[in-house]
């Protein structure tokens, strides 16, 4: 657990699982979310992202394990008890109320009077800048309102968490941007636990204080952002966290066990592994752990295969076969290389990752 | 610049950006298909104000007006309201005094049967159809079939053993029997054209409900059924005409009391031996078709978007 009170975790999932059918859409899922953490649950799609937030609503019953909210077993306990609301990636608006309504549709289910009612719509319309749009049905609402309305719909009858699923998918690049910093603001005005599920590692990243990276229905680190970059558990998580992504190259741990033989020479690592001599490891390095260096005091030196401009930056992809390494360069730098040039390469050896080739996991 | 429209855009056709928004031509177009649909029902509506010498003329009377000279006067009848009070009370003896046919009675009978049996049928199936949409239990599609088969034989076939049942139940003549009938024979259709209507719906929308705080009776009503109000409308529409205009079961399984408007249709003009009474048939017609209309009037608006199963956007 990150937070350092004694307070129960706000959410807690503890060997849960759950088969629709044949499929088990999540097997032996634990992880846990501090109170007032914004969390990100991080993973492509399918993965069972949607499944863990609606299991913490409710709206799912795990077929084994243990969801407990604030410390209080809530395994079987009914969605209304909760006090968790949650913004559907398709937004799941009323298409038959009006905007007002569906901001007022939680409240009157909670039996609030109609002048308060009234009170925290027009609030919430307001903080959310949708005050002029309170008469209009949902479908004559632009992506990004419609957006909005969701989030005001979940948010005013005062969540103590908070779940979001893609709730950004369906926006345009600006948006998604204006709406990041958006649920940025609002996680810091109202401190409810937020838990949002994104297949953009961006997203998580700048937005998670602790991520929970996600596979085939399990966690399979958790972690700060910086964690899971310094220091990923496996090759999937290094190779999801970090763009561009980080360089794998099939490597073989030499006969002294402390440096490594690749298509690109041998590197010494500095420090033992837990291998023997001549296993099959991926050596992992990050392109931003890589730069060009004097020919003197190069590492390796390659031949460039393709170079993919990003603006400010440049993609160098090194190598002759399969093999290659990924560099990010400086545009003014990247200018004056050409296909086939030879680049001298240093590599930041204690930025090395090593992982086993045969279950991926991070060998230190 | 070079003239870019097409030949039909010429012609006054053009692509229609919106509703109410279609050229001249479409216009005429439309116009002219439905007055070839409508042709029928006018010449029902017409017949109905002649009287049976008028009905039977050759050439056959036309309007009952001029039209400020326009047609000449061997087309023109002159409207007579007989027909319709005839409907309702007329002597059966020429010269006798008149009789009440018991009209009022069948036209009442239609209006109740049709529209218990619709209304039953459609809270019936509404419920079953949410059940099918929504609880993917196993055998689902095979009960979803066999519904569809009870449509699949001609009234025709079946007729004898529900003759031999309200025989024995004693529902024969009965307003119970036939409405429990006609119940049964709508029930497929409802089933399956609501059930299209909820699998549009969102389940995500729902399950909003369920987090807002609503039960499942409440996410049904507050927020599935409004939601399907066109699909409600459009089966009811439906469902009403078939169950209206219906002929063979009526006939043979409705009493002297419980008799529908088609079925004493037949008796009432097929008598006498004078041969058909065409101002009579149409006057009975033009009232037949006066309750469907109203129905289907006011509730144009949800049909259109409920007989092209959401295909068309409100």
């Known amino acids: 657990m990150a937070s350092s009170n004694n307070k129960p975790p706000a959410v807690s999932l503890d060997n849960v699982s759950k088969a629709y059918g044949r499929v088990r859409a999540l097997k032996n899922l634990s992880f846990s979310v501090g109170e007032g953490q914004f969390f990100a649950l991080f993973g492509p799609s399918s993965v069972g992202k949607t499944t863990t937030l609606r299991m913490i609503s409710g709206l799912v019953i795990p077929d084994e394990g243990r969801v407990a909210l604030h410390g209080a077993d809530v395994t079987h306990a009914p969605i209304k008890s909760r006090g968790v609301s949650m913004v559907f990636q398709s937004f799941a608006l009323y298409p038959h109320l009006t905007v007002y309504e569906n901001f007022a549709y939680p409240l009157r289910e909670a039996k609030v009077g109609s002048a308060e009612i009234d009170k925290r719509v027009k609030e919430t319309a307001s903080m959310l800048k949708l005050g002029h749009r309170l008469e209009r049905k949902p479908n004559t609402l632009s992506g990004g309102e419609q957006q909005r309305v969701a989030l005001g719909r979940s948010l005013i009858r005062r969540p103590n968490i908070l779940l979001l699923d893609e709730p950004l998918t369906n926006l345009d690049a600006k948006l998604r941007h204006d709406m990041r910093a958006e649920l940025k603001r609002l996680h810091r005005q109202f401190g409810m636990t937020i838990i949002y599920a994104t297949p953009d590692e961006l997203e998580a990243l700048s937005m998670g204080e602790e991520i929970a990276v996600m596979r085939d229905g399990a966690v399979v680190q958790k972690g700060t952002p910086d964690e899971l970059y310094e220091r990923p558990i496996d090759t999937y998580v290094a190779a999801k966290i970090g763009a561009p992504h980080i360089n794998l190259l099939q490597a073989t741990v030499a006969e002294n066990g402390q440096s490594l033989k690749t298509g690109f020479g041998s590197f010494a690592l500095g420090r033992k592994l837990g291998a023997k001599a001549g296993d099959k490891v991926f050596m992992g390095v990050r392109p931003a752990d890589l730069e060009i260096a004097s020919p003197q005091s190069a590492d390796l030196s390659a031949p460039v295969q393709l170079l993919e401009p990003l603006g400010d930056v440049t993609v160098v992809s090194l190598g002759e076969k399969s093999d290659n390494l990924r560099i990010v360069l400086p545009e003014s730098r990247a200018s004056e290389i050409k296909l086939g040039d030879r680049l001298p390469i240093k590599i930041d050896t204690h930025k090395i990752h090593v992982f086993s080739a045969a279950d991926g996991l991070a060998l230190r | 610049m070079a003239d870019t429209r097409s030949i039909w855009e010429k012609l006054g056709f053009r692509k229609a950006s919106g509703v109410g928004e279609a050229g001249w031509g479409h216009t005429l177009f439309a116009a002219i298909i439905s007055l070839i649909y409508f042709l029928p029902v006018l010449i029902i509506i017409l017949t109905s104000f002649k009287l049976q010498t ?238 469907v209309f109203l129905v289907t009037f006011f509730l144009q608006d949800h049909l259109l978007r409920g007989v092209t199963f959401g295909t068309v956007k409100r």
């Open chain 2, 54 to 291: 008028e009905a039977l003329a050759v050439p056959p009377k036309l309007l009952p007006t001029t039209l400020f000279g326009l047609i000449p006067e061997q087309y023109v009848f002159s409207p007579t309201l007989e027909n319709f009070t005839s409907v309702f009370s007329r002597a059966y003896v020429a010269g006798g005094a008149a009789e009440s046919t018991g009209f009022d009675r069948f036209f009442f009978n239609s209006i109740f049967i049709a529209s218990t049996s619709v209304l039953l049928a459609l809270v019936i199936g509404t419920l079953a159809a949410y059940g099918f949409s929504r609880y993917a239990l196993k055998g689902n599609d095979t009960y979803l079939f066999i519904i569809l088969t009870t449509r699949m034989l001609p009234a025709i076939v079946v007729i004898i053993p529900v003759i031999l049942m309200f025989r024995i139940s004693g529902l024969s003549g009965s307003y119970l029997g036939i409405i429990l009938l006609y119940t049964a024979f709508n029930l497929p259709f409802t089933i399956w054209m609501m059930k299209s209507f909820f699998d549009e719906l969102s389940p995500d929308v729902e399950d909003a409900a369920r987090l807002d705080g609503s039960s499942e009776i409440k996410v049904f009503r507050k927020i599935c059924l409004p939601q399907v109000l066109a699909g409600l409308a459009a089966t009811f529409v439906f469902g009403l005409i078939l169950t209206w205009n219906e002929f063979l079961f009526a006939l043979l399984l409705t009493g002297v009391d419980t008799r529908t408007v088609p079925v004493a249709m037949n008796q009432a003009v097929g008598g006498g031996g004078i041969g058909v009474l065409w101002g009579l048939l149409a006057a009975i017609e033009t009232l037949f078709l006066i309750p």
